[in-house]
């Protein structure tokens, strides 16, 4: 059995980031910037007004006699207007700081005089006050995004603020998610007895789609060998990553290995020292173009497939999006747990919790198949084999 450490390594060294695409902006959320992005336009663009109000020479604000307002500057229009000393212009939010202008004063600090045509400032502005340098938050040049970063909304906003309509990521990985089992009943179906509902399959398409891989193609299998080797064959061609789920273990039933087997595809390692999911397999098919398929068979237990998924396949498919190795972690949190807690198996075991920002507090049953905990769940804590921690110890969780 391989120890989780090693396991990952082994995934990671073999995975490379796809071919790079230019994608519309607004599909670009998720994915990882292919290279890094240097600013071509500052922001602010130019010097502006951060308030509606009055541009004036700051100086003029601590004088008592009423400032001549010579003219109105509204934002979208540059009107090339000038403040001398004594003078104001009218000015709105976003609109272009006039030429002498180095401040502006709102306009709930003035008194307007004669109708508008003076004011009289009723609070000092000093240099600068209320206005946007040129630059002062992205400069001409300014790294905006680096090579592997996430693509997020903020940065969308970012790469829009630079004029960008498309943006050069890390291809998306082509993703299949096979169910195997005999048991299983699609939705919408009745049971018949013993049958259970297939909760796998549309599970990993919701995690798949978390981590931004839409378009994921879900099929299931019966427990027959020639079939799975069936159905395998064909998404090799056709796909990057195979998720398989159950089946992986070695009842009589288990047709993944067989399957493999019968396409002379060998298992890269199959079971990890981990608790939930030690059946947990992968590989990788190769193509005849020289690419491959790369395959995680997943334990079929509900739990044991979805931490298997976190801590396994997600960072191989976000490593093939083009995910800096830091992306590739879960965020994590130094926290105290609330309950006493026992691992007393060989195998590291990852607790699953709700993590509240103060403290961990384990959900539910423990065991692989009870997915009750786990909808409660906002974290694992992961516990060494034969460790025992009480309650208030110092914990750290990773955030999923
Ligand atoms: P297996 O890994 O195939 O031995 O399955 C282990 C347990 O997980 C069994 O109780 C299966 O019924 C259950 N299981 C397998 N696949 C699924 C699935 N897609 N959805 C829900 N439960 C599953
Ligand atoms: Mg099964």
């Known amino acids: 059995m391989l120890a989780e450490s090693e396991a990952i390594e082994r995934i990671l060294s073999v995975l490379d980031p796809l071919p790079q695409q230019n994608v519309p902006l607004c599909e670009s959320l998720n994915r990882f910037a292919a290279s890094h992005l240097l600013a071509m336009v500052p922001l602010p663009g130019f010097n502006n007004s951060a308030m509606d109000g009055?541009?004036?020479q700051a100086a003029d604000s601590q004088k008592s006699e009423p400032l001549r307002v010579?003219?109105?500057?509204?934002?979208?229009a540059q009107r090339d207007l000038k403040v001398d000393p004594g003078e104001a212009?009218?000015?709105?939010?976003?609109?272009?700081?006039?030429?002498?202008a180095n401040a502006v004063i709102m306009q709930e600090d003035v008194t307007k005089i004669d109708g508008g045509t003076k004011i009289s400032c009723n609070e000092p502005v000093t240099p600068n006050e209320n206005v946007r340098l040129m630059g002062c938050d992205i400069c001409v040049g300014q790294r905006i995004l680096e090579t592997g970063q996430r693509v997020t909304a903020a940065r969308i906003g970012i790469l829009a603020a630079q004029g960008l309509s498309t943006f050069e990521v890390t291809g998306c990985p082509r993703v299949a998610v096979v169910t195997t089992g005999n048991e299983l009943a699609q939705a919408g179906t009745f049971l018949k007895?013993?049958?259970?509902?297939?909760?796998?399959?549309?599970?990993l398409q919701a995690m798949l789609g978390g981590l931004g891989i839409s378009n994921v193609s879900v099929q299931h299998v019966p427990d027959d060998y020639v079939r799975t080797a069936d159905i395998l064959r064909e998404l090799i061609g056709s796909h990057d990553f195979?998720?398989?789920?159950?089946?992986?273990?070695?009842?009589d039933h288990d047709c993944v290995r067989p399957a493999l087997q019968a396409l002379r595809v060998k298992p890269g390692f199959w079971r990890v020292k981990i608790k939930p999911g030690k059946p947990l397999l992968f590989t990788?098919?190769?193509r005849g173009d020289g690419t491959s398929c790369t395959i995680f068979g997943l334990p079929g237990n509900p739990v044991s497939a979805f931490v298997t998924f976190e801590l396994f396949a997600r960072p191989a498919l976000l490593k093939a999006m083009g995910a800096s190795a830091q992306e590739l972690k879960h965020p994590q949190s130094s926290t105290v747990l609330d309950s006493k807690l026992n691992n007393g198996s060989n195998r590291p075991h990852y607790v699953r919790g709700y993590f509240d920002g103060h403290k961990f507090t384990p959900q539910g049953g423990q065991r692989s198949h009870e997915l009750f905990g786990l909808g409660n769940s906002n974290a694992l804590l992961r516990m060494?084999?034969?460790s025992k921690l009480q309650a208030g110890s110092e914990v750290t969780v990773l955030l999923i």
């Open 284 to 286: 990788q098919a190769p």
């Open 70 to 76: 010579t003219g109105e500057q509204p934002a979208g």
């Open 89 to 100: 212009v009218r000015i709105f939010t976003g609109a272009p700081l006039p030429a002498g």
């Open 242 to 251: 195979i998720i398989i789920c159950g089946g992986v273990s070695v009842g």
């Open 193 to 203: 007895p013993g049958q259970i509902y297939n909760s796998n399959g549309v599970m």
């Open 384 to 386: 060494e084999p034969g």
């Open 54 to 56: 009055y541009a004036l």
